[in-house]
């Protein structure tokens, strides 16, 4: 760390363990957030478009939290969310694929609740890393 001027300001600069950790981090939600894009957008394609996104976010969780285990974030606070952040993206996947299968057909309230949920996860992620990251 070093000090910006008389203004008792800490800066970070770019080679401390979080800006490292951040940018390791960064792919995995932006591959998270593209898949969020493909459900929103086909939300209302039935059962077969839940299923696909199902899979899509399983993938997602299977690809991501080995590496978030092994690699935890110096601010412990960024850690929680992430935490919850993909425990949430696992049960948005199983309800898509629970709501793929009911016989009635998919109960779209329920979906678009465990979207809310996850989108409200990653908007608190994204700003604790942006708080986190140093001016």
Do not use: Y
């Not at 910006?4 to 957030?33: F, H, M, Y």
């Not at 199983?94 to 996860?121: H, I, S, W, Y």
Request: aromatic share 4%; net charge neutral; hydrophobic share 45%.
């Amino acid at each position: 760390m070093q000090r910006k001027g008389g203004q008792g300001r800490v800066s970070i600069d770019n080679s401390t363990p979080l800006r490292i950790w951040q940018s390791e981090c960064i792919p995995i939600l932006g591959k998270l957030a593209a898949t969020l894009a493909i459900l929103e957008r086909s939300m209302l394609g039935g059962p077969a478009a839940l299923i696909s996104a199902s899979d899509q976010f399983s993938a997602v969780v299977a690809e991501s939290v080995p590496w978030l285990v092994g690699h935890r974030c110096p601010v412990g606070d960024i850690d929680v969310v992430l935490a919850r952040l993909f425990h949430s993206v696992a049960s948005l996947s199983v309800a898509l694929g629970n709501e793929a299968r009911r016989q009635a057909g998919p109960d779209l309230k329920v979906v678009n609740q465990e979207f809310e949920t996850v989108m409200c996860l990653v908007r608190e992620t994204w700003t604790l890393m942006c708080e986190h990251a140093g001016n």
